[in-house]
């Protein structure tokens, strides 16, 4: 898991709803505007966060030392 601690702009912690997100949106194929309203996510840098984040780990890890 990659997804900051605290949203860059407010410093809302919001590492804790990523979780919940993104089975919600992934899995059970939820409308993302209606899951981080539910999770209590209003302010529009918070939403960015959540929303924009793409996992990297998995593709940057094969370029580790060998």
Known sequence: MMIPVRCFSCGQVIADKWEAFN???NKDKEDPEKVLGDLGVT????RRMLV???E???DIIN???K
Do not use: F, H, K
């Open 52 to 54: 924009g984040n793409v």
């Open 56 to 58: 990297l780990i998995d």
């Open 63 to 65: 370029y580790g030392r």
């Open 23 to 25: 089975q919600r949106v």
């Open 43 to 46: 302010r529009y840098c918070c």
